[in-house]
T-cell receptor, first 114, second 113 residues
Framework: AQSVTQLDSHVSVSEGTPVLLRCNYS??????LFWYVQHPNKGLQLLLK??????LVKGINGFEAEFKKSETSFHLTKPSAHMSDAAEYFC????????????FGKGTKLSVKP | DTEVTQTPKHLVMGMTNKKSLKCEQH?????MYWYKQKAKKPPELMFV???????INESVPSRFSPECPNSSLLNLHLHALQPEDSALYLC????????????FGSGTRLTVV
């Protein structure tokens, strides 16, 4: 069975400091992994995706994530937080080839302090 | 065009009303989805259309009725809803396999009174 665990429900950082949002997954297949961001009252925007190519994935707005198979992790990082990064972040796994089978983590709310 | 467009953005309806949510994409995606999202929760899958045929129905009550008139359009018809159906309804689309991620619309905020 596939599952996703986001290890922190809330992360608070100061503007200009690094961001780390943690995600662990469980999948019986070679998974595709994604990070989505959702600003208040908005839809979900794809930040980045891992689909079995390079293990270090660069996304939009300076975010990146590293796929570590040995640790079953896909943590999201950014060197320097901006106020506009404050949002809800979802780690998502799909086992591949299975339509509609997006498995969402519970989400991590990122707060950015001035 | 890399967007999924949903209308209306906000909808308030009574429990006896009939309304429809609309979703449109022009990315050539052949799979389209409806999700329901309650506050502070991740989205929950409702329906999947693949090549304009309903392929997944996640045991959604019959007061929600999806329709896919063509490969670019997806509707969700609403009838006799309950207050607990108030939520953000998200439409998404993807290439057929879904492996490369889904593109989500900005959603319709539905309030049932």
């Amino acid at each position: 069975a596939q599952s996703v665990t986001q290890l922190d429900s809330h992360v608070s950082v100061s503007e200009g400091t690094p961001v780390l949002l943690r995600c662990n997954y469980s999948s019986s297949y070679s998974p595709s992994l994604f990070w989505y961001v959702q600003h208040p009252n908005k839809g979900l925007q794809l930040l980045l995706k891992y689909t079995s190519a390079a293990t270090l994935v660069k996304g939009i707005n300076g975010f990146e994530a590293e796929f570590k198979k040995s640790e079953t992790s896909f943590h999201l990082t950014k060197p320097s937080a901006h106020m506009s990064d404050a949002a809800e972040y979802f780690c998502v796994v799909t086992p591949g080839g299975s339509q509609g089978n997006l498995i969402f983590g519970k989400g991590t709310k990122l707060s950015v302090k001035p | 065009d890399t967007e999924v467009t949903q209308t209306p953005k906000h909808l308030v309806m009574g429990m006896t009303n009939k309304k429809s949510l609309k979703c449109e994409q022009h990315m050539g995606h052949r799979a389209m989805y409806w999700y329901k999202q309650k506050a502070k929760k991740p989205p929950e899958l409702m329906f999947v259309y693949s090549y304009e045929k309903l392929s997944i129905n996640e045991s959604v009550p019959s007061r929600f009725s999806p329709e896919c008139p063509n490969s670019s359009l997806l509707n969700l018809h609403l009838h006799a809803l309950q207050p607990e159906d108030s939520a953000l309804y998200l439409c998404a689309s993807s290439q057929a396999s879904g492996n490369y991620g889904y593109t989500f619309g900005s959603g319709t905020r539905l309030t049932v009174v």
